[in-house]
């Protein structure tokens, strides 16, 4: 398979999962909240593009995304798009800059998204002009909206993987680890 | 080689959010019939046959959901409702003598012409709903062929819900009482003192009672109405006496008092929605021909006198 064909193929399951996890969030998930609130998929969603398929792709996965929700939505355009490009970017940066491997990584990361995504929308809000005092029922509704997007981050990193997985490019810093260990050159038993 | 792909992830970034913020910035400086609004609801009217087909597709798995999430809340339930159709009983008793006066004084001035009926309300089915604290809004299936208009009131079958406040062929989005922007015009039942029900910032599961005299006393459990105004530049009217929540709690205030409220419409599940279609100039109308069957000496003058006899038709 060409290089071509598979970042073809990558952007398709990307644009895929994008509309059926929006259509999901729209017609299942915002209608069953959890202890009062509803979770959002979306900047998870946005992040772990990012994290699996490098800066580049998060970001432009994160604008289009966010433009898909205002618009089905009728939300404000752009508002949303501009917060999930830097989402999609920065996941994509973390993984291009320090590529963790850590088990814990999802967890932070989907943690990190709605955290930027449920302040990033506050604040925009705030400088929009929505005429709202900072109550302490809104930092109570931030914090408990990441505690729960963060417990639907480990699932949702499962299924993004599972679906980009097989046209994702084999990224040649993991396949020399992996050829490390699996010749003798670093493991440990060799030098047993 | 590096370089070229560092430089080229960085134009596109900078693309993507200058892309962000021109959008942004012209939405927001846009009338809410400008072009880019105009893109928003082309798209609406061509995803929102598949929104109404995922949305029955998908409700199965919602009601599962809803299920779950429902079994861990029903002994608490049960033992509330338990204590709440006790009180009901007593209030029943209460409530069916002062039923016979209210239907002699509604018949009096011909107030019953101000029924939700009179509203010809469209039954509409909610398709799609903003998942984040700060969009309090549901789109419905029911839009201008219908006779869905923007301003009209929505309510379900345990109060009022919120305000249609934009239509497209296909469908309407809707405002619920937990949005922002919104505010309505309510009294407390046992009450004539008049207030605005608004959101309570953060809180999608409050509403504030505001403006009410100092001297109001509200007490738990109480039902707040709507009294036929809502607070806003078009001074559209709701039907008096739908019900919007039940007071909560008091709150420490100077000048004015103010009231939590709990909406009493499930504003979490709507799944099916009445639109009250109804003109609003028609009721001001029919007001101003009530007021104009006065006996002489009682006509008072128009708006204020049009406010005060809604009010006067919620209590009954």
């Not at chain 2, 590096?2 to 596109?12: A, C, L, P, S």
């Not at chain 2, 039954?123 to 299936?141: E, F, L, Q, R």
């Not at chain 2, 296909?170 to 009294?187: C, E, I, N, P, Y």
Request: glycine residues 10%; hydrophobic residues 45%; contains cysteine.
């Amino acid at each position: 398979m060409s290089s071509s064909t598979g970042s073809a193929g990558l952007i398709a399951r990307v644009a895929a999962l994008a509309v059926v996890v929006v259509f999901f969030q729209i017609g299942v998930v915002s209608e069953v909240p959890v202890f009062g609130i509803n979770v959002d998929l979306s900047p998870l969603l946005v992040a772990f593009v990012g994290l699996l398929c490098g800066s580049m792709l998060g970001a432009v996965a994160g604008f289009a995304v966010g433009l898909l929700v205002d618009l089905a939505l009728l939300q404000t355009l752009g508002l949303t798009s501009l917060i999930f490009t830097l989402i999609g970017y920065w996941s994509g940066r973390l993984r291009e800059l320090r590529d963790p491997q850590a088990a814990l990584t999802p967890l932070l990361v989907g943690a990190a998204a709605a955290a930027v995504s449920l302040v990033g929308y506050s604040l925009m809000e705030f400088l929009l002009g929505v005429d709202a005092p900072v109550s302490f029922e809104l930092l109570r509704q931030i914090v408990l909206g990441v505690v729960v997007n963060t417990v639907v981050a480990v699932p949702m990193y499962a299924i993004v993987r599972r679906v980009l997985i097989g046209a994702l490019p084999e990224d040649p810093r993991r396949r020399r680890r992996r050829r490390a260990y699996t010749t003798g050159g670093l493991s440990p038993l060799s030098r047993a | 080689m590096y370089d070229k792909t560092v430089r080229r992830r960085r134009i596109v970034l900078a693309l993507l959010v200058v892309l962000s913020l021109l959008l942004l910035t012209a939405y927001f400086g846009e009338a809410h019939g400008g072009r880019l609004h105009g893109v928003q609801r082309a798209f609406l009217t061509v995803v929102s046959p598949i929104q109404d087909g995922a949305n029955k597709a998908l409700k199965p798995v919602r009601d599962l959901f809803g299920w779950v999430g429902d079994t861990f809340n029903a002994k608490g339930q049960r033992n509330e409702l338990r204590k709440q159709v006790a009180q009901l009983r007593r209030e029943l008793v209460a409530g069916q003598a002062e039923k016979r006066t209210d239907q002699q004084l509604a018949g009096l001035f011909h107030l019953n012409q101000l029924g939700v009926s009179a509203y010809h309300p469209v039954a509409a089915t909610v398709v799609g709903k903003s998942p984040n604290i700060w969009y309090s809004v549901v789109t419905i299936d029911k839009g201008s062929p219908d006779g869905v208009r923007v301003n009209d009131p929505v309510v379900n079958g345990e109060g009022l819900v919120g305000k249609v406040v934009a239509v497209e062929a296909d469908g309407a989005q809707v405002d619920l009482l937990t949005d922002s922007t919104m505010g309505v015009s309510a009294r407390i039942g046992t009450s004539n003192a008049t207030g605005i029900v608004q959101p309570k910032v953060g809180d999608p599961n409050t509403l504030l009672l505001q403006y009410l005299p100092a001297n109001t006393r509200a007490n738990k459990g109480e039902y707040v109405v709507t009294s036929g105004t809502v607070a806003s530049p078009d001074d559209s009217l709701y039907p008096p006496g739908l019900v919007i929540g039940q007071v909560t709690s008091e709150n420490e205030e100077s000048a004015y008092k103010s009231v939590n409220v709990r909406p009493a419409a499930n504003l979490h599940n709507l799944d099916v929605v009445e639109v009250l279609t109804a003109p609003a100039h028609g009721a001001a109308s029919n007001l101003k021909s009530l007021i104009a069957t006065l006996p002489a000496g009682q006509s008072p003058s128009t708006t204020a006198s049009g406010e005060a006899l809604a009010s006067t038709g919620a209590g009954g």
